[in-house]
């Protein structure tokens, strides 16, 4: 279902998930964009999708369709989102370690992203090197 979704989705927005939870009958799909994704951006595509007979198709017309963006903590998987948060802290988990790294980022590119770690040295790392990147809320 998520490649059929990816062909309806608007130019400013990426579907990054589809979750369909038959116990429940409900439909999650989680999009992001490089500019901010709001309320009238999520309605836009709920309707879009609803319209397109995508649902029918798959026979799940009865089902509670849910279209929201990623929420606090939820992981960074593309570039676009590494750049749209230049100037965040986020939490770095090495590939292949449970090592992680807080650093506040100050780079992002399409195969890597640079940051300043506590010490206020830079680090680099390419994204098929880590498992996960996650933004951390700070309070002022």
Do not use: C, H, W
């Not at 929420?71 to 965040?88: C, D, V, Y």
């Not at 992002?108 to 951390?136: C, M, P, W």
Request: aromatic share 8%; no cysteine.
């Amino acid at each position: 279902m998520l490649n059929e979704i990816k062909t309806l989705m608007p130019d400013n927005m990426v579907a990054l998930e589809v979750i369909v939870e038959n116990k429940y009958r409900q439909i999650k799909v989680i999009v992001d964009g490089k500019k901010p994704v709001d309320l009238k951006d999520t309605a836009l595509l709920a309707k879009i999708i609803r319209e397109s007979g995508l649902l029918e198709k798959d026979k799940y017309l009865d089902y509670q369709l849910e279209v929201t963006t990623p929420g606090i903590g939820s992981p960074l998987l593309f570039a676009f989102q590494f750049e749209k948060n230049i100037g965040r802290k986020i939490r770095v988990l090495e590939k292949d370690s449970d090592k992680q790294i807080d650093l506040r980022l100050t780079q992002a590119s399409k195969k890597s992203f640079e940051g300043l770690n506590d010490k206020g040295r830079s680090v680099r790392f390419d994204y098929n090197n880590i498992q996960t990147a996650k933004v951390l809320v700070e309070f002022i």
